[in-house]
């Protein structure tokens, strides 16, 4: 029995250290100094390398079934064109379909329906900036009356963003440094970072056609300028004397 008991509290002796000892890790982990939270924000910035346009048809007829009839023939053409200029199956997606009724308004009277309009539009991403001019000249030339874009992007962003956290965190630490500075403390650590949306900061060039021919004309001008990625920081840091 006695054996029992001296086992029994040995038992009990090291569970009361062992927990103790947690505690006190638990203890040193937290932070025992000031905080502060601060905000930083970085950016990086290049060339972009893709676009995205989109270009439709527009047709007229007196019937509605005139009017789509017309739409698929000159649609077909131009998917063809789309082909011929070397974009990918899968960065071309139909956008919108849309057939309406043309009215005619007359004073005092019911509006009548004149005829019917038919459009059909795709979106295209093109991965080659050299062939954008190419591209729209091509689309306008085989019967696209309606171009709108580009819209320029950077197709892989995580280096960018890498980047761009690398100078948010280095503006972070040096006003976590000024601050404790100012308090006559140092900083010990980052206790916390949270990372918050990304986004685009440059205004980008933009180009839009309506009723446009590529015949006996030069190419069209394009300017892809800069694509710019942000990230912000949320970090908390502790500063002790």
């Known amino acids: 029995m006695q054996n029992t008991l001296k086992l029994f509290s040995a038992g009990l002796l090291a569970g009361l250290v062992a927990l103790t000892a947690g505690c006190g890790n638990d203890t040193e982990k937290r932070p025992s100094g000031t905080l502060i939270s601060i905000s930083a924000q970085g950016e990086a910035s290049q060339v972009p390398d893709i676009a995205d346009i989109s270009a439709g048809v527009v047709t007229e007829a007196d019937e509605s079934n005139a009017a789509m009839q017309a739409n698929a023939e000159?649609?077909?053409k131009l998917m063809k064109a789309i082909k011929q200029a070397g974009i990918d199956k899968?960065?071309?997606?139909?956008?919108?379909?849309?057939?309406?009724?043309?009215?005619?308004y007359q004073p005092?009277?019911?509006?009548?329906?004149?005829g019917y309009q038919a459009r059909n539009t795709v979106s295209i991403t093109v991965r080659k900036l050299d062939d954008l001019s190419?591209?729209?000249?091509a689309l306008a030339a085989e019967g696209a009356n309606q171009i709108h874009g580009p819209s320029f992007s950077i197709d892989e962003q995580e280096p960018l963003l890498s980047e761009a956290r690398e100078k948010a965190l280095e503006q972070a630490k040096?006003?976590?440094?000024?601050?404790?500075?100012?308090?006559?403390t140092k900083v010990r650590?980052?206790?916390s970072i949270s990372e918050g949306s990304h986004g685009g900061g440059m205004p980008r060039p933009m180009m839009r056609a309506e009723m446009a021919s590529a015949k006996d004309s030069t190419s069209t001008p394009i300017a892809?300028?800069?694509?710019?990625?942000?990230?912000?920081?949320?970090l908390v840091f502790e500063l002790e004397k």
């Open 90 to 104: 899968k960065d071309v997606q139909t956008s919108g379909i849309n057939l309406m009724p043309r009215y005619d």
């Open 174 to 184: 040096v006003r976590a440094e000024s601050y404790a500075k100012s308090l006559g």
């Open 74 to 76: 000159q649609m077909e």
């Open 108 to 114: 005092n009277r019911e509006r009548q329906i004149v």
């Open 224 to 234: 892809p300028g800069e694509s710019t990625v942000s990230v912000n920081l949320e």
């Open 134 to 137: 190419k591209v729209i000249d």
């Open 189 to 191: 650590r980052i206790v």
